[in-house]
């Protein structure tokens, strides 16, 4: 039962170009989203979140867009930067059950 | 200002053998949560606890309990060891219940041989 897809495995993308990671989820209880970022030997760390009542939210290089309609987000890097390698989750949450859902993860490459 | 931090860092043990992993939250935090992350997967869900009662529960077999003490550290045990159980054990916590910004350690590495 997935209920939050990261359909692309990796992404490789070249310094300063935009990165454009995508999750899909199919539960309409969560009602906020939020993304983590994953180096190495590292636990996740916070990057940004979304609450269902908006559609877009941003913080310096980084912005995230929900689309409840069609149950979609993405998280979109601009400028991107070589240090911006690392693995990303999108994380919705059911704030009523206290549960987070994690997507696989796609793992970003930015190529200096 | 410490992290969250987990012991050990990495342990092997057998099948059907037992383990503990520990947790130790932000200061403040009153919340800690479990994940079990398998190799090529996100982090999976397994407990967590506020102000010392268990909020929540994963879809994870009763071989695996967990508790939080007083002092808001928290254990997972898991009992029976099975090879599956390998994987990187992560820990985090928040001020709230919510986890809406959660903060993680940097895992227990766990192998079962």
């Known amino acids: 039962d997935q209920q939050v897809k990261q359909n692309s495995p990796s992404l490789s993308v070249q310094e300063g170009r935009i990165s454009i990671l995508n999750c899909d989820y199919t539960n309409s209880m969560f009602d906020y989203f939020l993304w983590y970022k994953k180096y190495p030997a590292e636990g996740p760390t916070f990057l940004i979140s979304i609450s269902s009542i908006k559609d877009k939210n941003e913080d310096g290089r980084f912005t995230v867009f929900l689309n409840k309609s069609a149950k979609h987000l993405s998280l979109h890097i601009v400028p991107s930067q070589p240090g911006d390698s690392a693995v990303y989750f999108c994380a919705p949450i059911n704030t009523g059950g206290f549960k987070t859902i994690f997507g696989a993860g796609t793992r970003l490459f930015v190529k200096a | 200002d410490a992290g969250v931090t987990q012991s050990p860092t990495h342990l092997i043990k057998t099948r059907g053998q037992q383990v503990t992993l520990r947790c130790s939250p932000i200061s403040g935090h009153k919340s800690v949560s479990w994940y079990q992350q398998v190799l090529g997967q996100g982090p999976q869900f397994i407990f967590q606890?506020?102000?010392?009662?268990?909020?929540g529960r994963g879809n994870f077999p009763d071989r695996f309990s967990a508790r939080q003490f007083p002092n808001y550290s928290s254990e997972l045990n898991v009992n029976a060891l099975l090879l599956g159980d390998s994987a990187l054990y992560l820990c985090?916590?928040?001020?709230?219940?919510?986890?809406?910004?959660?903060?993680f350690g940097q895992g227990t590495r766990l192998t079962v041989v």
């Open positions: 985090a916590s928040s001020f709230v219940q919510m986890n809406t910004e959660a903060f």
């Open positions: 606890y506020y102000e010392k009662e268990e909020r």
